[in-house]
């Protein structure tokens, strides 16, 4: 079985600002690796994924995760936050190999940029 | 652009109501997926089909059934609909094969008095 961690249920940030998304992961087998981002009355959208190759991974809006193996971690970053970066992103896994490509989801964390 | 469409986007039921909520796919995926949103919760997972007349139940399957007669449509049914059923459900699809990206519908925010 999977578990997912999202240390920060909340983080504010000031606009252009950086900004780091925890993610810890805990499973037996290998996984695959994702984060969505949810914008407010809307469904999740896909930020990117982790299937294999290079540890960094870039996504669409200029964000970007490390998948760090030993440390079970999946951080989320920008370098530069805008007002629109505001809404909760969840971060997901998936069993590698698995019948199936469900989704194990954690609790999310809501960005909140401020002017 | 794949699209998941949920056919209502918010709902009020009464409790003892049996309740139907409708989804559908333009992507010929053959997984489709239920979850229910919860503040401080996350998404779980409530069932999930990998083809046609196929199902198999998710984290949270208690109180709900499904369906899915074609391929492109998957309904999640709440049999009597109660108070603690009150939430957002989002349904989404993705074709077959670990790491393929899993699309969402907006939601369905049913509440129940």
């Known amino acids: 079985a999977q578990s997912v961690t999202q240390l920060d249920s909340q983080v504010p940030v000031f606009e252009e600002a950086p900004v780091e998304l925890r993610c810890n992961y805990s499973?037996?087998?290998?996984?695959?690796l994702f984060w969505y981002v949810q914008y407010p009355n809307q469904g999740l959208q896909l930020l990117l994924k982790y299937l294999s190759g290079s540890t960094l991974v870039k996504g669409i809006n200029g964000f970007e995760a490390e998948f760090n193996k030993s440390q079970t971690s999946f951080h989320l970053r920008k370098p530069s936050v805008h007002i629109s970066d505001t809404a909760e992103y969840f971060c997901a896994v998936s069993e590698r190999g698995g019948a199936t490509n469900k989704l194990i989801f954690g609790t999310g964390t809501l960005l909140a940029v401020q002017p | 652009d794949v699209k998941v469409t949920q056919s209502s986007r918010y709902l009020v039921k009464r409790t003892g109501e049996k309740v139907f909520l409708e989804c559908v796919q333009d992507?010929?995926?053959?997984?489709m997926f239920w979850y229910r949103q919860d503040p401080g919760l996350g998404l779980r997972l409530i069932y999930f089909?990998?083809?046609?007349?196929?199902?198999e139940k998710g984290d949270i399957p208690e109180g709900y059934s499904v369906s899915r007669e074609k391929k492109e449509r998957f309904s999640l049914i709440l049999e009597s609909a109660s108070t603690n059923q009150t939430s957002m459900y989002l349904c989404?699809?993705?074709?077959?094969?670990?790491?393929?990206?899993?699309?969402f519908g907006e939601g369905s925010w049913l509440t129940v008095v």
């Open positions: 992507m010929d995926h053959e997984n």
């Open positions: 499973s037996s087998v290998s996984v695959y």
């Open positions: 089909s990998y083809d046609v007349k196929m199902k």
């Open positions: 989404a699809s993705s074709g077959q094969g670990g790491g393929n990206t899993i699309y």
